[in-house]
């Protein structure tokens, strides 16, 4: 890239410190002296042990060897010209000196790999800001290219920085797998998280420590094993003198033997001690076969925990007004909404959505998402499974492409604030499309949903006859909320069965579709549960709602 210096005015510099010998008799062009002085040629200088930059992004090797047969002994031949890309989505113009070796006649050029590798389109430092910002922020591929494009104005595809951020199983071979941050002070209050991973067919761990008040990530590791060892190795690499007095982590019997040998304390996450106490205390009353009053004063120790508080109703009020209830007895600013059929899939499941508040002004709702098992169940429960694996479980840049389309509040964070201006709609007593009708009012009343990729697992599923006639009481309550006039054309539009509905209503096949779902919705609905299929549940879906519309 050629720099073109242009002088200001004499009158516009104050001041500026001339060399006597620079004068001479003739006439003196202070224009030509401040030119001079001012813009100078920068020297070339060197930039790591081997390369020299020139002028104008020429760039040379200090003492260049042949790749294949080492020789120092070579002619130059001109540069090679790449374009690599920098800030503000622009390119820029490198050259590199190319070179010829006088003994086996290899030719080769200036190897910038520590700048650019080679037939990339983006220099190291550009993949590494990524990285970086995965590190210290978190969030999803969308909140990486939006940094990208507030801070350096630049537009970077999702993929892009999938590849930026991807590990390389070479790197795991040769343990050249951690990333950290050096921060000098920290909390000693520390969280260890780890998820699977599969590279190469392989199973990996990805082992993350987190400063439990800095509320950031310090490092990740990928390892092959999680053993006392490598994770004492993580621990005290990371922390360095800083003085560690707890971790808090799930309940792997490793993380145990990690602190004895620390000598620190051993917390174990809140969550994970719920699930083993709901899982004994189910077990106990599945195995006694206590009485629902019996199981009601069970249940009721765990009032004795902080901030827990149960409490029973004596019949079965609907979804839409408990949820009402539930809001109304809570004494905090935020709100998380959990279905009870729901598993944590994460240690860091409450600290995911901390930092996502904190990046965002209230009023605000956050939907973390769903995800399911990757084995299959027992095929009685198979069609509800497939259907969520298909349907539900969606990446959170997805889901952010139409927020309101996908709200759910199986798993998400409400500020308290949003239920002053909307509430659930109480006239749906029964199952189905509550949700759905709450996140039209949310976008009416024009309160953000953001979506995460934070999610629980649903666990409770249901039968195959059960889920049929749940969505056939789901789709009831959609005619109901057509025929109440309460949804609009948007509503519509982004409701999947509504919009197929009055498209075929627009071109004149409803009566038609009212005959032959006469004729074989009830044979539809007994293939549906002899072989269960979400293409047939959606054939099914449509029938029912011209049937009874």
């Known amino acids: 890239m050629t720099i073109v210096s242009i002088s200001a005015l004499n009158n516009n510099i104050g001041s500026i410190q001339l060399k006597l010998f620079g004068f001479e008799n003739k006439e003196i062009d202070f224009e030509e002296k401040i030119k001079e002085n001012v813009f100078y040629e920068e020297k070339p200088k060197n930039i790591n042990k081997n390369i020299r930059i020139m002028k104008e992004g020429h760039f040379q090797m200090i003492r260049p060897l042949c790749p294949k047969c080492g020789s120092i002994k070579q002619t130059k031949q001109g540069f090679y010209e790449i374009k690599p890309k920098i800030d503000n989505d622009q390119k820029v113009k490198l050259y590199l000196q190319r070179y010829k070796c006088k003994k086996c006649g290899k030719k080769y050029s200036t190897d910038l790999f520590k700048i650019k590798e080679k037939d990339k389109s983006y220099l190291n430092s550009i993949k590494e800001k990524a990285r970086q910002s995965k590190l210290i922020r978190g969030g999803s591929l969308r909140k990486i290219a939006k940094d990208f494009k507030i801070f350096k104005n630049m537009t970077i595809s999702h993929q892009t920085i999938k590849n930026f951020l991807k590990i390389d199983e070479k790197q795991v071979n040769k343990k050249e797998n951690r990333i950290s941050q050096k921060i000098d002070e920290l909390s000693g209050y520390f969280v260890i998280d780890e998820q699977f991973i599969n590279l190469q067919g392989k199973r990996h761990y990805r082992v993350t420590l987190h400063d439990n008040w800095i509320k950031n990530p310090l490092a990740e590791e990928i390892m092959k094993s999680r053993t006392k060892e490598n994770i004492l190795s993580l621990i005290k690499e990371t922390t360095g003198k800083n003085k560690i007095k707890s971790i808090t982590t799930d309940g792997f019997s490793v993380y145990e033997a990690v602190a004895d040998e620390l000598n620190i304390k051993h917390q174990r996450c809140i969550f994970h001690m719920f699930k083993e106490c709901r899982s004994e205390i189910l077990e106990d009353i599945k195995k006694n076969k206590y009485s629902e009053l019996e199981t009601i004063s069970i249940l009721h120790y765990l009032t004795d925990l902080q901030n827990v508080s149960y409490f029973s109703l004596s019949e079965n009020i609907g979804r839409a007004k408990i949820r009402n209830l539930l809001v109304e007895k809570a004494n905090f600013p935020y709100l998380l909404f959990m279905d009870c059929d729901a598993a944590i899939s994460s ?61 759910t509040s199986f798993n998400a964070v409400f500020s308290k604030s949003i239920f002053d201006l909307v509430k659930f709609d109480e006239s749906i007593s029964t199952y189905g499309n509550e949700d759905t009708f709450f996140g039209n009012q949310l976008r009416n009343t024009k309160i953000p949903i953001i979506h995460i990729n934070n999610p629980l697992f649903h666990d409770g599923l249901d039968t195959n006859e059960e889920y049929v006639t749940k969505v056939e009481t789901s789709i009831d309550n959609l005619i ?60 099914y879906k449509l029938g029912y709602l011209v049937q009874n519309i």
């Not at 930092?355 to 299959?376: L, W």
């Not at 025929?483 to 999947?496: D, P």
Request: hydrophobic residues 35%; proline residues 6%; glycine residues 2%.
């Open 480 to 539: 109901s909320l057509l025929h109440s006039k309460k949804i609009n054309s948007v509503f519509i539009n982004e409701n999947r069965l509504l919009a197929i509905y009055f498209r075929c209503k627009k071109l004149f096949y409803t009566p038609l579709l009212k005959l032959f779902y006469k004729m074989f919705l009830t044979n539809i609905k007994q293939k549906i549960l002899r072989r269960p299929s979400v293409f047939w549940l959606d054939v």
């Open 347 to 407: 240690s860091l499941y409450i600290n995911n959505y901390i930092v996502e508040i904190s990046r965002n002004a209230p009023p605000v709702c956050i939907i973390g998402g769903v995800a399911y098992r990757k084995q299959k169940p027992n095929p009685k429960y198979y069609l509800r499974w497939d259907y969520g694996n298909k349907r539900e479980a969606t990446d959170a840049d997805i889901r952010n492409e139409k927020p309101y389309k996908s709200f």
